[in-house]
């Protein structure tokens, strides 16, 4: 792959490399060679690969690899930084839908404000009885897209990510898929704190879409918190609201292209 033209976009501090893929240069099926550009210091260096291809009844449809090469079902970030590419590039206009692995989404762009309108979760799953320390609280497990477990702590920053993380994301409960693993603080009632171990990327990431939309709803619903409730992780402020219901998800957040480049043999 020679002089691969790419985009490297941040949407709240998770950043990816993104590829316009409508002339399908790309299959997919180079799930070593995502691996590879996904490494940093010698490569370009992400959390995951966004592909954006054409889409027969919507604007676009998207794609999503995580840093280790794999497939990724959903990534709410990821998805706010394809809605931004295509309305900077003329591939949608501010006002756009998009499929990501037939799910339909949609997106509103206003400069680099980018707010995502999700489907309802496929499940939730409160205080599922996983959780082994005591100076933890469960919340409980989601799938709004992939896999969430959300435990509610005192002090964030205190917060082994990567130990405790990596611990629960292969917990014997959420087998055979694993979880990705959301570390959350209540500071008011309308503004939490979150860290996520990520599923894919193995390890902490400075942001997570569907984490925050897990934590969000877990907070409203157990923590007393009132909507829209803004979440602030490590790479800066998301806000999350939704219907009684829960019946659609609006997750809002800046998102930017930080250079574009061409890969020469990755």
């Known amino acids: 792959m020679k002089k691969l033209k790419f985009s490297k ?3 709240t501090g998770n950043d990816f490399i993104l590829f316009d893929n409508q002339d399908e240069i790309l299959t997919g099926n180079e799930h070593d060679f995502f691996q590879k550009i996904c490494q940093r210091r010698i490569s370009v260096g992400a959390d995951g690969v966004l592909l954006l291809e054409k889409s027969k009844k919507h604007h676009f449809s998207m794609r999503y690899f995580n840093s280790d090469g794999s ?3 959903m990534c709410g970030n990821g998805a706010r930084a394809s809605a931004y590419f295509a309305q900077k590039y003329g591939v949608a206009p501010k006002e756009m839908t998009f499929d ?3 799910v339909i989404y949609k997106a509103s762009v206003q400069g680099n404000f980018v707010q995502l309108t999700m489907p309802p979760p496929v499940e939730i799953r409160e205080y599922p009885g996983a959780l082994e320390e005591n100076e933890f609280r469960e919340g ?3 799938n709004v897209g992939v896999p969430h477990y ?3 702590v005192s002090d964030i920053d ?3 990510v990567e130990r405790t993380g990596k611990k629960y994301r292969y917990h014997e409960a959420f087998q055979p898929w694993g979880t990705n693993v959301n570390f959350v603080q209540v500071i008011e009632n309308d503004k939490i704190l979150i860290r996520t171990y990520e599923r894919g990327v193995e390890e ?3 942001a997570c879409g569907t984490g925050t939309i897990s934590a969000a709803i877990l907070a409203v619903k157990q923590q007393g918190c009132k ?3 803004k979440v602030q992780a490590r790479g800066g402020l998301l806000e999350v609201d939704f219907d009684e219901s829960i019946s659609e998800i609006k997750l809002a957040g800046e998102a930017k292209e930080i250079y574009s480049g061409e890969l020469i043999d990755g």
Do not use: M, Q
Request: aromatic share 8%; no cysteine; glycine share 12%.
């Open 9 to 11: 976009l941040s949407a």
């Open 71 to 73: 497939l990724g079902e």
């Open 100 to 102: 990501v692995l037939g």
């Open 140 to 142: 409980g497990y989601l």
């Open 150 to 152: 959300v435990i509610f």
């Open 158 to 160: 205190a917060i082994d």
């Open 204 to 206: 902490e990431t400075l």
């Open 227 to 229: 909507l829209p409730l």
